[in-house]
């Protein structure tokens, strides 16, 4: 069976820094292609940022040089640093696997910025 089990997130005031971890059983996350995912209230889910299999990272515009998307694959987690946050990025984040047609998703966590 696989689960991803985020922890992290929480409160915090703009410009301050939060981590969140995705841990992984079932699976092996240096096998898949990690994503983190955010969904504001009442909006769409949008991707954040990519791991590739080959360690490859990526970021939507809105959070480049601010996260950071990495992944221990000893611990078999992967994680997002989140620095100078703003109250934009206000939203649920989930993390994400995926490999060929199949997609595993975390259970997600509330991150509120306030100004």
């Known amino acids: 069976q696989v689960q991803l089990l985020q922890s992290g997130g929480g409160s915090v005031q703009a410009g301050g820094s939060l981590r969140l971890s995705c841990a992984a059983s079932g699976i092996a996350v240096s096998t898949y292609s990690m994503y983190w995912y955010r969904q504001p209230l009442g909006k769409e889910r949008e991707r954040v940022a990519t791991v590739t299999m080959a360690g490859s990272t990526n970021y939507a515009d809105s959070v480049k040089a601010r996260f950071t998307i990495s992944r221990d694959n000893a611990k078999n987690t992967l994680y997002l640093q989140m620095n100078s946050l703003k109250p934009e990025d206000t939203a649920v984040y989930y993390c994400?696997?995926?490999?060929?047609?199949?997609?595993?998703w975390g259970q997600g966590t509330q991150v509120t910025v306030s100004s």
């Open positions: 994400a696997a995926a490999q060929s047609t199949s997609t595993y």
